[in-house]
Nanobody
Framework: HVQLVESGGGSVQAGGSLTLSCKVS????????MGWFRQAPGKEREGVAA???????SVADSVNGRFTISKDNAKNSLYLEMNSLKPEDSVMYYC????????????????WGKGTQVTVS
């Protein structure tokens, strides 16, 4: 079965950077719409960025210019480079995937990782 495992979260000062990773097993990033989502306690989940099977990228307005999504087909991994981090970016981040021809932030996903926490102070 498909598994997504996030890593790279942690604590950083405002203005700093972090890169999140998502290792995929049981499927391939090459054939999937992959995305990063985030969710604060008590709030709705927010789609941050998505990358399609052919590499087309879309990023939410809230992080555009600061966050970059990418993938490595050879490593079967997804990444989220986060720069100029703000305290409001302090939430749990999730990797997600779906086999779909459509791919954009907040697209319905059917497979999720357990998340990695980012804290910006």
């Amino acid at each position: 079965h498909v598994q997504l495992v996030e890593s790279g979260g942690g604590s950083v000062q405002a203005g700093g950077s972090l890169t999140l990773s998502c290792k995929v097993s049981g499927s391939t990033v090459r054939r999937s719409c992959m995305g990063w989502f985030r969710q604060a306690p008590g709030k709705e989940r927010e789609g941050v960025a998505a990358i399609s099977s052919d590499g087309a990228i879309s990023v939410a307005d809230s992080v555009n210019g600061r966050f970059t999504i990418s993938k490595d087909n050879a490593k079967n991994s997804l990444y989220l480079e986060m720069n100029s981090l703000k305290p409001e970016d302090s939430v749990m981040y999730y990797c997600a995937a779906v086999r779909s021809a459509y791919c954009y932030p907040n697209h319905a996903m059917d497979t999720w990782g357990k998340g990695t926490q980012v804290t910006v102070s």
